[in-house]
């Protein structure tokens, strides 16, 4: 058997047990702008549709949310002065009639403490142990208001209202190959397991503070958005603006 059979019978695993988990994953392959890893993707999705039958609506509607956010995030809006607000209705019509749907299905948002595994804390088998523990959020609708940041790819701060009754703050970026920012944050989560595994570490409270990164395909992708927190643009500038 190929490398590729054996890293199909995986994935095709994965997205039985933890197909939340999984389908943010592999939707930016299932968009991909190269035809061979968008059809290996899509013949993997169409097995997993035929081996679970209640998995088909689930992935419709995943693949049909992502093709609403790539809207959402290629859509230029004409504004005089940035950072300015617009309608959702305005961005992406559809996206409400999607999500307001009464079949539409529960899909998770897409945050770092939904899509983080927790590994088992000692050695030895652990059948029962639950990589994602605690309730996840499903996203119930999108904020009618949308805002567009100055910066140079214009992206669009959009909020979910999920199952919990929280409200999540995600930015829907345009022009930007996020899949190098989605390894970084899987290696910082690696960083912080080893800062936890050191007494010394745990005592400084030492840990680096991670955010979710889905890419939805090559040039688009969403980031969690991290609440009381200053770019280093700004604080470069006013730190130059001060020494003048």
């Known amino acids: ?5 054996h890293l199909e019978v995986i994935v095709l695993k994965l997205l039985k047990y933890f197909p939340q988990q999984a389908l943010w994953m592999m939707i930016a392959i299932s968009k991909s702008t190269y035809s061979e890893r968008q059809m290996r993707c899509k013949g993997i999705l169409d097995k997993a549709m035929s081996q679970i039958p209640e998995m088909e609506k689930l992935i419709e509607d995943v693949v049909n949310l992502t093709d609403k956010l790539l809207e959402v995030c290629n ?8 950072p300015a607000v617009v309608t959702m209705d305005k961005v992406c019509r559809s996206l409400a009639r999607l999500t307001n749907a009464n079949d539409f299905s529960c899909i998770m948002v897409p945050i ?6 927790t590994l088992p804390m000692s ?11 605690g309730e996840l959020p499903y996203i119930i609708k999108f ?24 409200s ?24 912080n397991k080893c800062l936890r595994n050191d007494a010394e570490c745990r005592q400084r409270q030492l840990y680096i503070r991670t955010y979710s990164v889905v890419p939805l395909n090559e040039k688009c992708g969403l980031l969690e958005w991290v609440h009381n927190t200053s770019g280093l643009r700004l604080i470069l500038n006013k730190t130059y603006q001060l020494s003048q």
């Open 75 to 82: 859509k230029k809006v004409d504004a005089q002065r940035l």
């Open 168 to 191: 999540y703050t995600m930015l829907c970026k345009p022009e930007d190959d996020l899949r190098k920012d989605n390894r970084l944050m899987e290696f910082n989560t690696i960083v």
């Open 143 to 166: 904020n009618e208001k949308v805002e567009v940041l100055a910066s140079l790819q214009k992206p669009k701060k959009i909020s979910i209202l999920a199952s919990d009754g929280k």
């Open 123 to 133: 050695k030895g088998s652990h059948q029962d142990h639950n990589p994602f523990p």
């Open 1 to 5: 058997m190929d490398v590729f059979h």
């Open 112 to 117: 770092q403490s939904s899509l983080t595994v």
